[in-house]
């Protein structure tokens, strides 16, 4: 069946450092990709997505491309702040009309001043 | 509401009770879902509402786990003489469409803890 994997946690950086949180995923057909993120205390959101192969999703900084050739979607940031402090996780939702998300693990990221 | 709505926020039950939780999505979304999140076993899904339809209840445990939703609104899921394994956060999300590229908004979700 469809997986998602992320690497595994925490990640602990300085602030102002670059960040890159790998997820690769197994899917049939051509899935679309999201990376959520959790502040603590708050509700699940999104963060980006990418519908197709070589799309780029960004947000708040944040970047990640479908890269259907190493079936990977990894999220990077240029310059983590505190704020950036959150749990992230990779989702997959396959091709078809449900919208039901698959998830990664979650890798949390801890940035300290 | 603004935001898709939980209740309760908390709630501890004792094993082999029943409980309720309730889901309250956002107004005109058609799509609605649950999840559960727990330590051991990440985020998982339960069971997806299309309208008042479950045409995907894959996800549900076992059949002491149960959802309706009515209105094409409120949805609740139940779950029948609990027990430990069911201790954890119990999220609903609700998309405007059904769809693989359609953001899905999250509640705060219910923390379920079975002593």
């Known amino acids: 069946g469809d997986s998602v994997t992320q690497m595994e946690g925490p990640v602990t950086l300085s602030e102002e450092a670059f960040l890159t949180i790998n997820c690769t995923y197994t899917?049939?057909?051509?899935?679309?990709l999201f990376w959520y993120v959790q502040y603590p205390g708050e509700g699940l959101q999104l963060l980006l997505k990418a519908t197709k192969a070589d799309d780029k999703g960004s947000n708040k900084g944040f970047e990640a491309t479908y890269r259907k050739e190493t079936t990977s979607f990894h999220l990077e940031k240029g310059s983590v702040q505190v704020s950036d402090s959150a749990v992230y996780f990779c989702?997959?939702?396959?091709?078809?009309?449900?919208?039901?998300?698959?998830f990664g693990q979650g890798t949390t990221l801890q940035v300290k001043p | 509401g603004a935001g898709v709505s939980q209740s309760p926020s908390n709630k501890v039950t004792e094993k082999g009770k029943d409980v309720e939780l309730r889901c309250d999505p956002i107004?005109?979304?058609?799509?609605l879902y649950w999840y559960r999140q727990s330590l051991g076993q990440g985020l998982e899904f339960l069971i997806y509402f299309q309208g008042n339809s479950a045409p995907d209840k894959s996800g549900l445990p076992s059949d002491r786990f149960s959802a309706e939703r009515t209105g094409g609104s409120v949805s609740t899921l139940t779950i029948q003489r609990t027990q430990q394994e069911d201790s954890a956060v119990y999220l609903c999300a609700s998309s405007q469409f059904a769809g693989a590229g359609t953001e899905a908004f999250f509640g705060q979700g219910t923390r379920l803890t079975v002593v």
């Open positions: 899917a049939t057909g051509y899935p679309s």
């Open positions: 989702a997959l939702s396959s091709s078809g009309n449900t919208g039901k998300l698959i």
């Open positions: 107004s005109g979304h058609t799509a």
